[in-house]
């Protein structure tokens, strides 16, 4: 019914806004692609500008990309926050290294069309999301590199390499 479909899309609206939670006065950085649903950005900068935050966007040509662009690099050092679909966002020594510095971080990967405001997984407790974020964190090495490794009956063995850097 259209009252269940309210009271639930107003509990994701709710998710949303915590997970993006602009500051007055915060420097928001989007680093994007052009795949990402232009509502999806227009809705993290409509809510970043009414809470009063600045914001900028840079766009790759695909979220796919493994090193950080140069021209990118100052861009980031100055934001309060940055929003990313770019897969080195989660790698790149600079960007932990941002993050290690207190640097505010959403890593976009599933949110990339706005109608998804409107699925069982975008009113997912955030505060259950956040534990198993930092259980799955604790079971990686602290020390020296490792292989995260995925595989499946299949055949599929697909693995990133770490370095204790990363």
């Not at 500008?49 to 140069?70: D, N």
């Not at 100055?78 to 941002?98: K, R």
Request: glycine letters at 4%; one cysteine or more; a positive charge.
């Amino acid at each position: 019914p259209a009252v269940t479909q309210t009271k639930n899309y107003f509990a994701a609206l709710e998710n949303f806004q915590r997970t993006f939670a602009f500051k007055q006065g915060d420097t928001v950085l989007l680093l994007t692609d052009p795949l990402l649903d232009v509502r999806v950005t227009d809705a993290i900068m409509g809510l970043a500008k009414a809470r009063g935050a600045q914001v900028r966007q840079l766009m790759e040509t695909t979220s796919q990309i493994t090193v950080v662009p140069q021209a990118a690099k100052a861009l980031v050092a100055e934001a309060d926050f940055v929003v990313s679909t770019w897969f080195c966002s989660i790698l790149d020594p600079f960007f932990i290294a941002q993050r290690a510095r207190g640097q505010r971080w959403v890593k976009i990967t599933y949110f990339r069309d706005l109608d998804l405001l409107h699925t069982p997984q975008a009113r997912f407790p955030l505060d259950v999301m956040g534990e198993i974020i930092r259980a799955t964190a604790r079971r990686y090495p602290s020390h020296g590199e490792f292989d995260l490794r995925f595989t499946d009956p299949r055949g599929s063995d697909f693995r990133i390499h770490f370095t204790q850097e990363m």
